[in-house]
């Protein structure tokens, strides 16, 4: 039983002490005065009263009436009812008060007598005042509360004959019982009327239960308020303690939204600052730093803006606002959208019934009342399958004296599948659910709805998951129950209780409210105590019962493990790898081992596992041979390397006893447990696993304790034993606690005593434990306790374990024999006693232990800590000294000639990346990686060489390696060996080369050894100076380290070099050329020289190299000799001549008439270092001039002629872009020319006067609108739109955009002209393509010859952004979720192929400008990168004499190592560069080339495989030739020219291009078997983005042989013979299995020519001939097809050359020109046409066979041929005319001639550029009869006149013209 209410309290407006405006409440009388003993009188009711402050108010209002809350000490609730009423004020009150109103200065001294003031100086107006009556219970009983007050202030009021003491007396003495009411012997006991003695009657019903909270109507008003969304996530933030702000204005509406709040927790109570109503004076309340949940007044919103951490709900606005910072975890799905479709279902019935064509008339919707329990059935719904199953995981750490009860949270969240859920987390960490468990995890106590609940209803609420309508039907169930707790007896409700009259208050009342006479209520009070005294005391029997336990929870969440789905197939795996291993049938064991590793990623194998080895174990103890050992280790490190340090599976805590268990022998009296080596995991150091384990085990022993006696007691009944066994400790404890009070004294203190010794034995036991897992075996070293962060002290700043002391001793005792000093054995030691005393403080304390017994533990746990160290010194000396595990013999990598090893093998495993070949994934194939082998660092090279681990794969030898100088990105990583998955420190190489390494290191590999690695590799990968390149130190005596300038002596130096240039030039550079037969380059590092004497080299060839034919007139000294003509000698001038760009001499009679020179203005350098130092400028530019052209331009790169059209001779400029003035600034000041003129400007005019100077020396182009103009170009590949004028950004990197020319405009139909007026109607003579930014503002001026075509090029740092996303997409560290569609998703955001096709297409419309007669200047950026790039693409697109091998090598050496670009910058090659990156822009060139390859696939005479070896070899700095940053730079260190003298001997190449020269004398890799070029010399590729194709340099790889671009060590071990079988049956298959990422693709399946042309080499050999070269061969091959190829003159090719390539070229989608007949057969090798004066003979002219050799293949002369035919020839002085096979070579500028028409022997050659004239001859002696006098022409030389005869006089006057042609084009 308990009194209604506690004190009674009138409370009244005072004056504030201080006198300010407001006032402050006094109480008036309380009763009883004296406080009672259980329930002291509360402080502060007074500010409780008038939450916004007391205050006077002018009018009178209504009463008010609300209930406050306030928390004592022992955080009991004090229910506070206020009633609030106003009375006129007493002219004392009135008067002060009035004072202060009108602000006076004089305050009424503080105690002092207040005078009254004269009457005169009190307003009219009438003040009143408050006044509050206050009750104050323990009980939530608000209508009671309301009802009582109400009645006093009815008899106050309206004068009832009613004494106020009596009935006040009776309110204080009324009692009632507590919760319980069926419980009871009767109604009467649950339902209690009272009367308080005024004729009054109230019915009071307690609650049925306790526990369960009273809501009435409050959930409900909180929905409708706030909406669900808002009331959701209000219940989420109570829950994870977060801090809730209710404002309202209304007082009532706070204290029933904060009651509904709280109602919603249960069956969690809410633990912290609950203030419903909080006064205005207290508001500083809000800023604590703890959870709450507090209601305001709306009045105060202002003040409660700055709370940033504070979730605000507003009540009368209907919102709640969260704070940015705040995060409010949602409930886990599906619970989530479960409960919110319930709650709607609830709160808005009709919703379902919305849509339906015939609603139902009426919808039953519930009462407030009812539907408030509804929503609460919702939540408790909620709750129950929250924590569903929760009592498993409650360990019972002690029963007597009182339950000792700890939850085991890992094990709860692991077995719901919510261990990642962040509320769950939140929720059991929290302060709520600690209650939760003290309270409800008690065995024996009475139980309540919710225990029912979530014991047997969850199976129910699963079921019903799917049928909205059972749903419903249980909330509603549940809500009864709700319902008839909160109204047990809804019948007996009578109340009877006065009301004043209406509007009351505003009547006068007779009198202010009585003072009441203390006596009497006093004496009423002492009278009821002292009955109650005499009375027996009503002890309430509560029912106490086992609490059900419910069945064992399932996971809330059906998660799929994905690929680990433990099938029985799994774990029947790992069962029979552990049988094995204990039966030691090893090799079994080890075939199955890497089935059982992947496996044991699944929890089923893990749990498996544990339950399996428990089996292998008796009397705690297994001794195994040291390969099981090895097993059972390696098997538990994979099991536990999966563990969160949670451990919420189990599976850490069911190892834990085996690995004390299982052991081996050492020697004799050492012992080695299985703990030593499975520590490195992070659960050990976790003492919340700590503290699980424990309390587990307690558990568990405390079960035995109180189960043993009772089979001691009855052994006869055998058959319940097991019964007994089966009961849970939960179980046994409630049965316990039911015996408890029946014991005696003695029993009560021997069970204690019994439980408080278990606890403490399990706390040494786990000290010891431990011990066990925290010390390393090595103590001395320490392993520096990886991830042990948690070992540390908190307290201490650092968190690792061992600070700087400790690190410095490691460092110098790592190799000391004996091992440890003592200062790291007392660390180590010493971190982990603290470790250990800190979980002994907490678990001791919180299961009782004794002191006495912690003080001993306190000083037991260093000596167990010193004993284990003592133990594992011998361990360790001992472990040492095992023979070590067999590894794999480390595999030696084949070097190259002259490549030296830095640090041989360290043992390492090469690890899977993200790229799925070579895994055995989905991909298919052999795991072939992980593998276990070795990293060497040599010279040039990082190389792995290793074996797989997968014992299956076979003996496959997997090599993967990367030149040091291609290294991109180097980062340390930590990862998981695959073999004993210990986590290793591991090292990620990535490559410009495409080939990424990712290896850990093996645990012998020291930490040291590891990082010397580094420090090696970064050292080799940045040397400091360009000689300390592989390069240059291979093979020479060059020390790294000296000084710059040594190397004086090796070449001249520059300045001798510039000295003879121009005194030699003059007489050199006219003969240079006439004295020169036939076109030879063989490279110019030995030119002159003996053949080198290179047997060593790999790639020797055993012929002699044909001495040069270029010998400079003996007249010259030695070094001007070499000096002149190496400078002419450079790719530059032989290109420049083949092009008939012009001589050096400018007196010649012949050379006026050439617009361009050869300038050697720049032979010092001087003007621009990055240029080449002889010069194409106009004829009639003075060398003076350039230096003032130069310097408007960026890097001085002024505008230089690098090729000339033979077609149309428009010529291609390249120069840096503009500087600020120049010719922009020319433009724009065009009108207003400043009065002096700068220097500035004279050097702008000097650069108009340039581009003029270039403009004039083109051939005017009259036809102003005829075929030229551009309108013409067909626009079948073109992409953009708009007009001519600038090219704008189109795609995100915008380099270019769309409108330049119909190159660019919108694409339409086959060649139909675009739109005509895109183009000023007079084409301009020179279009000068510069960058946007550049040009702003330009305009054009319609008189001048050169028009601008600003567009936006993308700068080096964007390419080198897309470079690093296109590596990491084609060499993923990590593997992707989705492989496919992450590859091309990365590839497209890398923006690769946008750039890509921007350079196409800028270099398309150049070609298209070029080819209409326009020339092009190309002005991009510094003039070295993107200009170089499209410059190469123009040329390569536009002369198809750049599509042979020779060709591209001089383009590249022309355009790119003479023009300056700048090799060594961009590709970052020393220390300097290390800052700025690897920028790719050669690579991007050789894509864009590879990309016009796959369109034209017959134009190129070098096969895809070349590309990617100059890719490889442009960053691999294995050759010399793409070293340094210009021309000026190598002859400064003397690269460029070798002194002859200097022998080179035995040395491997040092140019790229003498290196391919030598390889494809012995192999046709270089060679491209298709190449049968086209007519059209002109090709214009597609290049939208997808027309490109991802090249696959940058996804293919081969294991066997690491990349294929050092031919030496590609080439495999020879095959071996063919064998007979022993049992003598046929040979066996040649068959083999070619593995796509394993070996190399092109050498397992050669193409079958190569294959063809091997085979002859191999039986050519057999025959004991000597092999012919395959280049003969092949040739020899295609003239006996041409000879095939026309039996009687018109027979259709027929053999395998002759295939439908034309259709393969077509459906590439390269854009044909039909033509007459035979034009499209490519390859139908030349019909019988050998006058070549047929109909389609113009064609046949300009088109050459496809027997196209090259020089470096053969002795024979290589064949161009431009023209060919049949020719009479008179020979020398009386020799006779005969009949020869002219071939006329517009490429090589000869006419050349053979016997006959398949001889491949040239007999002469007639060098074009000594040809002075042709004309007309006659016949002469000895001359064929039957031809015309008129076919008969002379060709004159100057040495000699040559006579020709033609079969007929068209064919004669051909042969004249194209001669002519010829020359002219010269």
């Avoid at 504070?310 to 799905?333: Q, W």
């Avoid at 139902?360 to 929250?386: G, H």
């Avoid at 020979?1771 to 001889?1799: E, I, S």
Wanted: net charge neutral; with cysteine; proline share 7%.
């Amino acid at each position: 039983m308990a009194r209604l209410a506690d004190y009674f309290v009138l409370v009244a407006f005072g004056p504030h002490p201080r006198g300010s405006g407001e006032g402050q409440g006094h109480i008036l009388q309380r009763f009883p005065e004296k406080d009672w003993e259980d329930n002291p009188f509360p402080q502060g009711i007074e500010l409780f009263c008038q939450p916004s402050g007391w205050q006077l108010c002018p009018e009178r209002s209504p009463p008010t009436f609300f209930v406050a809350v306030l928390t004592d000490i022992n955080s009991e609730r004090h229910y506070c009812a206020c009633l609030t009423f106003w009375e006129p004020v007493e002219p004392t009150q009135e008067a002060v008060c009035t004072e202060d109103a009108a602000g006076r200065e004089e305050e009424a001294d503080e105690g002092g007598p207040v005078r009254l003031p004269p009457a005169a100086a009190v307003p009219p107006g009438q003040l009143f005042a408050p006044k509050t009556l206050v009750l104050v219970s323990r009980l939530d009983h608000a209508e009671v509360f309301r009802n009582s007050l109400g009645l006093i202030y009815t008899i106050h009021v309206e004068g009832l004959n009613v004494g106020l003491e009596n009935v006040v007396g009776n309110l204080l003495t009324c009692i009632i019982p507590l919760a319980g009411g069926s419980q009871l012997d009767s109604v009467e006991d649950g339902v209690r009327t009272i009367s308080l003695g005024a004729g009054d009657r109230q019915v009071i019903q307690t609650p049925l239960t306790d526990s369960l909270p009273i809501s009435r109507c409050s959930v409900a008003l909180l929905f409708r308020q706030l909406g669900i969304a808002n009331v959701l996530s209000l219940f989420c933030a109570a829950l994870t303690e977060h801090k809730v702000l209710f404002l309202s204005r209304s007082y009532q509406r706070l204290s029933d939204a904060c009651r509904g709040l709280l109602a919603l927790l249960f069956p969690l109570r809410y633990s912290f600052t609950y203030v419903p109503i909080l006064p205005a004076q207290l508001l500083e309340v809000l800023s604590t730093p703890t959870p709450f949940v507090i209601g305001v007044n709306a009045a105060f919103q202002a003040e409660t803006q700055e709370l940033l951490d504070v979730i605000v709900a507003d009540l009368d606005g209907g919102t709640v606002t969260v704070p940015e910072c705040v995060h409010i975890p949602a409930l886990p799905e599906p619970l989530h959208s479960q409960t919110h479709s319930v709650l709607s279902m609830v709160l808005d019935p009709e919703l379902d019934l919305a849509d339906l064509a015939f609603p139902p008339p009426t919808v039953s919707t519930s009462s407030l009342k009812m539907q408030d329990k509804e929503l609460r059935a919702v939540f408790l719904r909620l709750f129950a399958q929250l924590l569903q199953g929760y009592r498993w995981c409650l360990h019972m750490v002690r029963i007597h004296p009182e339950p000792v009860i700890r939850f085991h949270k890992a094990a709860f969240l692991g077995q719901r599948g919510l261990v990642e859920d962040d509320f769950l987390m939140k929720v059991l960490e929290g302060m709520a659910f600690a209650g939760f468990v003290s309270e409800r995890g008690v065995p024996y106590r009475p139980t309540d709805l919710f225990d029912e609940l979530v014991a047997h209803e969850v199976a129910r609420m699963r079921a019903d998951e799917n049928h909205p309508q059972r749903v419903l039907s249980h909330v509603k169930e549940l809500a009864e129950q709700l319902y008839k707790n909160e109204n047990p007896y809804p019948a007996v409700a009578m109340h009877k209780v006065q009301r004043p009259g209406e509007a009351s208050h505003l009547r006068r009342a007779p009198r202010p409210f009585p003072r009441l006479d203390e006596g009497t209520v006093q004496w009423i009070v002492d009278q009821a105590t002292a009955k109650m005294q005499g009375a027996p005391p009503a002890v309430k029997a509560e029912r106490r019962t086992t609490v059900p336990s419910g069945p064992p929870m399932t996971a809330i969440l059906e998660r799929s493990s994905g690929l680990h789905g433990n099938s029985a197939r799994r774990l029947e795996v790992v069962r029979n790898c552990i049988s094995y291993v204990f039966e030691g049938k090893m090799l079994e064991a080890k075939k199955l081992l890497p089935a059982v590793l992947r496996a044991l990623k699944g929890r089923a194998a893990r749990r498996c596992l544990a339950q399996e080895l428990h089996l292998h174990v008796q009397q705690n103890r297994a001794v195994l041979d040291h390969q099981q050992f090895d097993f059972v280790v390696r098997m538990m490190n994979c099991c536990l390397q999966d563990c969160t340090s949670l451990d919420e599976h189990g599976i850490a805590a069911a190892l834990l006893p085996l690995v004390t268990a299982f052991c081996r022998k050492l020697s004799p009296g050492v012992t080695q447990f299985a703990y030593s080596c499975v520590q490195e995991h992070v659960v050990w150091s976790t003492p919340q696993f700590w503290e699980a384990m424990f309390y587990g085990d307690v558990q568990t022993h405390i079960r035995a304790l109180y189960l043993e006696p009772a089979e001691d007691r009855d052994p006869a009944q055998v058959g319940e034993a097991p019964a007994e066994d089966e009961r849970s400790a939960l179980d046994v404890a409630s049965e316990q606690r039911r015996l408890w009070p029946t014991l005696s004294r003695e029993k009560q203190q021997e069970l204690v005593q019994k439980e408080e010794s278990t606890v403490f034995s399990q706390a040494i036991h786990y000290a010891n434990r431990m011990s066990y897992l925290l010390l390393p075996l090595d103590t001395s070293k320490s392993r520096l306790l990886r991830e042990r962060a948690g070992l540390g002290d908190p307290e201490s700043a650092s968190n690792s374990l061992l600070t700087s002391s400790m690190a410095g001793s490691v460092a110098e005792s790592y190799d000391t024999e004996s091992g440890f000093e003592d200062a790291e054995t007392c660390d180590v030691a010493g971190a982990v006693v603290r470790f250990i005393n800190r979980f002994v403080d907490k678990v001791c304390t919180e299961s009782g232990v004794t002191s006495d017994h912690l003080k001993g533990l306190h000083v037991m746990v260093p000596d167990i800590v010193q004993m284990h160290i003592e133990t594992l010194e011998a361990v360790y000396r001992e472990s040492k000294r095992l023979p070590p595990i067999q590894k794999p013999k480390l595999l030696r990598p084949r070097l190259l000639p002259g490549e030296e090893c830095v640090l041989d093998g360290l043992r390492v495993y090469l690890l899977p990346d993200g790229r799925e070949e070579g895994v055995g994934g989905s991909v298919g194939g052999p795991a072939l990686l992980p593998a276990e082998g070795a990293v060497f660092l040599t010279t040039y090279r990082v190389i792995f060489t290793g074996m797989p681990t997968d014992p299956l794969v076979g003996e496959q030898v997997v090599v993967r390696s990367l030149p040091v100088a291609a290294l991109t990105k180097e980062k340390r990583i930590s990862v998981q060996n695959p073999v004993d998955q210990l986590l290793q420190d591991g090292l990620q190489l990535r490559s410009c080369t495409f080939q990424l390494l990712k290896m850990a290191f093996d645990e012998e590999v020291g930490s040291d050894s590891a990082e010397l690695f580094r420090k090696q590799l970064h050292k080799l990968r940045y040397p400091p100076d360009v000689r300390d390149t592989f390069a240059f130190t291979l093979g020479s005596a060059h020390t790294p380290g000296q000084p710059p300038r040594a190397t004086k002596g090796k070449g001249p130096s520059l300045r001798t070099l510039s000295r003879n240039l121009m005194k030699n030039a003059k007489k050199t550079m006219g003969r240079q050329y006439v004295t020169r037969k036939k076109y030879h380059p063989p490279s110019w590092e030995h030119r002159g020289q003996p053949p080198p004497e290179d047997q060593e080299d790999a790639i020797s060839v055993s012929e002699e190299l044909e001495p040069s034919t270029l010998t400079p007139s003996s007249a010259l000294k030695p070094s001007d000799r070499m000096t002149m003509s190496s400078l002419v000698e450079r790719a530059c001038c032989r290109d420049y001549q083949r092009l008939g760009l012009g001589t050096l001499s400018s007196s010649l009679s012949r050379a006026k008439s050439e617009p361009f020179r050869i300038s050697p203005v720049n032979r010092m350098y001087a003007i621009c270092r990055s240029y080449p130092g002889l010069l194409i400028v106009p004829q009639s530019v003075q060398d003076n001039a350039l230096q003032r052209v130069s310097r408007c331009y960026r890097q001085n790169r002024f505008p230089v002629v690098c090729w000339r059209s033979g077609r149309s001779k428009a010529v291609l400029l390249r120069s840096g872009g503009l500087h600020g003035k120049g010719v922009v600034g020319l433009f724009k000041a065009q009108n207003a020319p400043s009065p002096g003129q700068s220097q500035a400007d004279s050097s702008s005019l000097e650069q108009e006067k340039y581009l003029q100077a270039v403009v004039s020396s083109m051939p005017r182009f009259a036809d102003a609108s005829g075929r030229n103009t551009l309108s013409g170009f067909s626009s079948v590949h073109m992409g953009g739109h708009g007009k001519w004028g600038s090219v704008r950004a189109s795609g995100r990197s915008g380099v270019l955009g769309g409108d330049v020319g119909s190159r660019l405009a919108a694409p339409q139909a086959n060649g139909a002209p675009p739109d005509p007026g895109f183009l000023r109607p007079q084409r301009a003579a020179l279009y000068i393509i510069g960058d946007k930014a550049q040009l702003k503002g330009v305009r054009p001026d319609p008189l001048q010859q050169w028009e601008l075509v600003p567009i936006e090029v993308f700068e080096a740092r964007q390419v080198k952004t897309s470079f690093k996303k296109l590596l990491k997409a084609c060499v993923p560290g990590c593997p992707a979720a989705e492989p496919s569609s992450a590859f091309l998703r990365s590839l497209e955001d890398s923006e690769w192929l946008t750039q890509i096709h921007k350079l196409l297409q800028v270099s398309v419309l150049v070609v298209e400008l070029l080819d209409s007669g326009s020339s092009v200047l190309v002005s991009l950026e510094d003039g070295w990168d993107i200009t170089t790039q499209v410059v190469s693409l123009v040329q390569l697109l536009s002369d198809p004499f750049y599509r042979t091998l020779e060709g591209f090598r001089l383009l590249v050496e022309k355009e790119w190592l003479s023009f300056g670009h700048r090799f060594s910058h961009r590709g970052a090659h020393t220390l300097a560069g290390q800052s700025s990156g690897f920028t790719p822009v050669f690579l991007q060139f050789l894509d864009c080339v590879h990309q016009v390859h796959l369109q034209f696939p017959m134009e190129f005479e070098f096969s895809p495989f070349y590309l990617k070896f100059l890719g490889y070899h442009h960053v691999s700095r294995r050759f010399r030739t793409f070293l340094l940053d210009s021309d000026y730079e190598r002859i400064e260190l003397g690269l460029l020219y070798e002194e002859k003298g200097e022998r080179r001997g035995q040395q491997a190449c040092r140019s790229v291009w003498e290196y391919v020269d030598r390889l494809s004398k012995r192999t046709p890799v270089f060679y491209n078997y298709m190449y049968a070029p086209e007519d059209t010399e002109v090709l214009r590729p597609y290049s939208n983005v997808s027309n490109l194709k991802v090249w696959d340099f940058y996804t293919e790889e081969s294991l066997a042989e690491g990349p294929p671009y050092d031919w030496e060590l590609a080439q495999g071990p020879p095959e071996p013979p063919e064998e007979e079988r022993l049992d003598g049956g046929a040979p066996q298959s040649r068959r083999r299995v070619v593995w796509p990422c394993y070996d190399s693709r092109p050498r397992a399946q050669p193409d079958a020519i190569s294959r063809l042309l091997e085979e002859l080499q191999r039986l050519e050999t057999e025959l004991g001939r000597p092999p012919e070269r395959w280049k003969d061969t092949w040739d020899r091959v295609k003239a006996t097809q041409r000879l095939e190829g026309r039996p009687d003159g018109r027979g259709t090719p027929s053999s395998l050359l002759v295939s439908s390539v034309p259709h393969h070229r077509r459906s590439l989608g390269v854009y044909l020109q039909e033509g007459p007949v035979g034009s499209t057969l490519s390859l139908s090798l030349d019909s019988d046409q050998s006058s070549g004066s047929t109909a389609s003979g113009s064609r046949q002219a300009a088109r050459r066979s496809t027997s196209t050799l090259y020089s470096q293949f053969q002795t024979a002369e290589s064949e161009n041929r431009s023209h060919e035919g049949t020719l009479y020839k008179k020979g020398a002085f009386m020799k006779p005319w005969k009949a020869r096979w002219f071939v006329l070579d517009k490429t090589k500028h000869q006419l050349r001639y053979y016997d006959h028409r398949v001889d491949t022997e040239c007999k002469g050659i007639i060098d074009l550029a000594e040809v002075e004239a042709v004309a007309p001859g006659t016949p002469t002696m000895g001359a064929p009869k039957t031809v015309d006098e008129k076919a008969f022409f002379d060709v004159k030389t100057t040495r000699r006149v040559y006579n020709f005869c033609a079969q007929d006089v068209p064919s004669a006057q051909q042969w004249v013209d194209q001669i002519q042609g010829c020359l002219s084009d010269a």
